[in-house]
């Protein structure tokens, strides 16, 4: 079976500081991997997926995630942080035509 | 996302009721969704239908029930509520044309059962 760990439960930075959101996975065979993004009140909205290619995947907003089978990881970066990202970000790994989400991340970005 | 809308946003029930949550997708996708939000514990698949008569039971299923009662409608049933069922629902939708397709995500109801 498929798992993520998101071990930050909040992630603080500054506005115009680069920020990192982190996520690890577990999966046999090729991961498909997401990332996820919750403002208040909405719904999970998608912001990049890596399937193959490029280790590099470049989103919405800015973001992108690197990809790292060695240390199977997902990392998830923007250069410089806004006081509108922040919101609760969540990595997905899918597997057998399923998506496994981990816990999710608290992103805060102060002025 | 407005293709994908949720029935109602917010109820308050008691326990032992039974209460129905309701999806309607726009999209014309095949495959929906039903999880739940809980806090530090991410999204938890409760069922999953890739199509009017494929009906799949997820991680979570025990206690819930659902109808897919066409491609754009995917009923969640909690037939005798109980109160460590307050969660945020939320209905989903993809594609599933070929392997992993990207889920969007309905607004969520949020369901506290007293």
């Known amino acids: 079976a498929q798992s993520v760990a998101q071990p930050e439960d909040q992630v603080n930075v500054a506005e115009g500081n680069p920020l990192t959101v982190k996520c690890t996975y577990s999966v046999s065979g090729n991961p498909y991997l997401f990332w996820y993004v919750q403002y208040p009140n909405r719904g999970l909205q998608f912001l990049l997926k890596y399937i193959t290619g490029d280790n590099l995947v470049k989103g919405s907003y800015g973001f992108e995630a690197e990809f790292n089978k060695s240390q199977t990881s997902f990392h998830l970066k923007k250069p410089s942080a806004l006081v509108s990202d922040s919101a609760l970000y969540f990595c997905a790994v899918g597997a057998g035509n399923m998506l496994t989400f981990g816990g999710g991340t608290r992103l805060m970005v102060k002025p | 996302d407005a293709d994908v809308t949720q029935t109602p946003r917010n109820r308050i029930t008691k326990t032992g009721k039974r209460i129905m949550l309701e999806c309607s997708q726009t999209?014309?996708?095949?495959?929906m969704y039903w999880y739940r939000q809980d806090p530090g514990l991410g999204l938890r698949l409760i069922y999953y239908s890739f199509d009017v008569k494929d009906i799949n039971k997820g991680e979570i299923s025990d206690g819930y029930s659902v109808s897919r009662q066409a491609q754009a409608k995917f009923s969640l049933s909690l037939e005798s509520a109980i109160p460590n069922q307050t969660a945020l629902y939320f209905c989903?939708?993809?594609?599933?044309?070929?392997?992993?397709?990207?889920?969007?995500f309905g607004p969520g109801t949020r369901l506290l059962v007293l």
């Open positions: 999209k014309g996708h095949d495959r």
């Open positions: 989903a939708t993809s594609e599933g044309t070929s392997g992993i397709e990207t889920q969007y």
